[in-house]
């Protein structure tokens, strides 16, 4: 009988784990390579995708290394082109941003 109730705190506890780790609507964490310069920094992350970062986190010292980071994610900025006939898609020529929450080190180099 013991041994059950022991059994069920502990899974219990894993369910209270779990729901802690549940992230608010489009706040996302994803791991891969922060790259750029002067104020303009990307994550391409490890499936592809890539992200325009913002925030106020020294980026910089992560350049080149693989990061993990949550954010909020945010469509990208729409930027204008000169030709009037270009395609909506187009005027979507920028990555996705990611609003910056926090940022770790995860490797000392890109893979």
């Known amino acids: 009988m ?3 109730l022991v059994l069920v705190s502990a899974h219990v506890a894993a369910q209270q784990n779990t729901a ?12 891969g390579c922060l790259t750029g310069s002067s104020g303009r920094y990307t ?3 490890l499936n592809g995708n890539l992200y325009q970062l913002q925030g106020k986190q020294d980026f910089k010292k992560y350049s080149g290394k693989t990061v993990r980071i949550t ?3 945010k ?6 082109t ?4 270009a395609s909506p898609s187009a005027l979507n020529a920028s990555p996705p941003r ?14």
């Open 75 to 80: 469509p990208p900025k729409k930027t204008q």
């Open 20 to 31: 802690t780790n549940t992230t608010p609507e489009g706040q996302v964490s994803v791991v």
């Open 2 to 4: 013991c041994v059950l």
């Open 71 to 73: 954010g909020v994610k």
């Open 43 to 45: 994550v391409l992350t």
């Open 98 to 111: 990611l609003a910056v929450r926090s940022i770790e080190q995860v490797e000392p180099i890109c893979q």
């Open 82 to 85: 000169a030709n009037p006939n």
